[in-house]
Antibody, heavy 127, light 107 residues
Framework: QVQLQESGPGLVKPSETLSLTCTIS?????????????WSWIRQPPGKGLEWIGY???????KYNPSLQSRVTISVDTSENQFSLKLSSVTAADTAFYYC????????????????WGQGTLVTVSS | DIQMTQSPSSLSASVGDRVTITCRAS??????LNWYQQKPGYAPKLLLY???TLQTGVPSRFSGSGSGTDFTLTISSLKPEDFATYYC?????????FGPGTKVDFK
């Protein structure tokens, strides 16, 4: 089973760049596993709902939520078993729990879904 | 963007109750609909994908149905560990969007 773990600063100043890393592990994870998933970021302001930020494929292709696209960059480092999120020009509205998740697809099954998820990390934007 | 709505936003129930949560999409999403359960302090957990397929390890008291724009999540007999917030999510098109959640608490 693939496991995900977020890491990064818990406090970011307004107008600066939020940077988080998701480390992938698990006995079943190998170089062949990279192509099985689209690696995603999702956030949740405290007490509120979930917002999809974007995803990256191991090849480097990305897709972002248009609401954040101008400020978001997701990158991947297969040698380190990591993918990362950068969100620039943050404001208090970016304060949230940030989750990394694997967007999973199965041949013959319509659609895709987020599983597994990391435990999440709270990032607070404040001076 | 496809907007997802859920009803009710919250409900109070007792152990053993049958609980039904509704999710509606602003346009047809076929069966590209997933359900998640979230408990306080934890990440969401996948319950069902593609509308009605139970994720491995999820108890069979959870079931899902629907297609097009209207979907339901049913818990046939509520257990104490089921008190949580439930979210639907469409995977029909990007940006992927979630419903606002339905909180199930003790009556």
């Amino acid at each position: 089973q693939v496991q995900l773990q977020e890491s990064g600063p818990g406090l970011v100043k307004p107008s600066e760049t939020l940077s988080l890393t998701c480390t992938i592990s698990g006995d079943s994870f190998s170089v062949y596993s990279w192509s099985s998933y689209y690696w995603s970021w999702i956030r949740q302001p405290p007490g509120k709902g979930l917002e999809w930020i974007g995803y990256i494929y191991y090849s480097g292709s990305t897709k972002y939520n248009p609401s954040l696209q101008s400020r978001v960059t997701i990158s991947v480092d297969t040698s380190e078993n990591q993918f990362s999120l950068k969100l620039s020009s943050v404001t208090a509205a970016d304060t949230a729990f940030y989750y990394c998740a694997a967007r999973t697809m199965v041949r013959g099954v319509p659609g895709d879904w987020f599983d597994p998820w990391g435990q999440g990390t709270l990032v607070t934007v404040s001076s | 963007d496809i907007q997802m709505t859920q009803s009710p936003s919250s409900l109070s129930a007792s152990v053993g109750d049958r609980v039904t949560i509704t999710c509606r999409a602003s346009q047809s999403i076929s069966t590209f609909l997933n359900w998640y359960q979230q408990k306080p302090g934890y990440a969401p957990k996948l319950l069902l994908y593609a509308t009605s397929t139970l994720q491995t390890g999820v108890p069979s008291r959870f079931s899902g149905s629907g297609s097009g724009t209207d979907f339901t999540l049913t818990i046939s007999s509520l257990k104490p560990e089921d008190f949580a917030t439930y979210y639907c999510q469409q995977s029909y098109s990007t940006p992927f969007t979630f419903g606002p959640g339905t909180k199930v608490d003790f009556k």
